[in-house]
């Protein structure tokens, strides 16, 4: 969680200028055990329950939103379903009319901003991921910054460039670490994130890891957005 907001006092004015709301002023006190996915998830379903369903884009964006979250959940989710909960969830707030529709997709839009590193915990349980897609969900999820890594392109048609620098890439692995105590699978993903850098553990936090991609090897990704989504609605019942 971001420090300034550790400080940040129990008023509504300075909650508002930080991005959040007080609301009636319930807390909810969370631990190191609880798991922000999954807690997202049920925060989704409720308001999906308490909503009146005058607005469509409301009561069913609520329902599609759950829907992707499981993906992400059962880990079958890559960075176009990360994308997809962005995209949703801006949809629900522009078309609803009272307060809940607009406020309704916070409990995934903070996740997401805040503990981007739980979702891709789940992301790393794709057999799928690859060290490109592993790359474009980390820019999805916003965790590539100016400060920490960067994506860049060169002028077209040049090389994309990722890279993560060496202090960021153990952050990384340490808050991976954190969950992978509580929620331990057969394959740890912090080996896991490693593999797919290319790095040991014996270099973490000595080496950062810097690789190019064509456009043309990023457009033909088999996991990429286009085909997997075309393949999505293919499979879909027509309306």
Known sequence: VRAYLLDAPLDFDVFNRVGALIGSGGLVFLGEDDDV??????????????SCGQCPNCLNGLVSLGETLDRVLKGEASSLD?????GKADIIRAHSKCGLGQTAPN??????????VSYLHYLLDNPRLDTLELFLS???????????????????????????????IKFIVEELEKR?????????????????LGLTPAQVGWQGVKVEYSPET?????????????????AAPSA
């Open 138 to 168: 980390l820019e999805a999820l916003h965790i590539i910054t100016r400060g920490n890594g960067a994506v860049s392109a060169a002028a077209s048609p040049g090389p994309v460039t990722f890279f993560l620098k060496k202090g960021f």
């Open 82 to 86: 990360i994308h997809t909960l962005w």
């Open 180 to 196: 992978d105590h509580f929620r331990p699978v057969a394959e740890s993903r912090p080996r896991r994130f490693l593999k797919l």
């Open 37 to 50: 996915v999954r807690l997202a998830r049920h925060f989704t379903a409720w308001l999906a329950a308490e």
């Open 107 to 116: 409990p995934v839009t903070s996740s997401l901003r805040f503990f981007p």
């Open 218 to 234: 990023i457009a033909q990704h088999p996991y990429l957005m286009v085909g997997d989504l075309r393949a999505r609605n293919e």
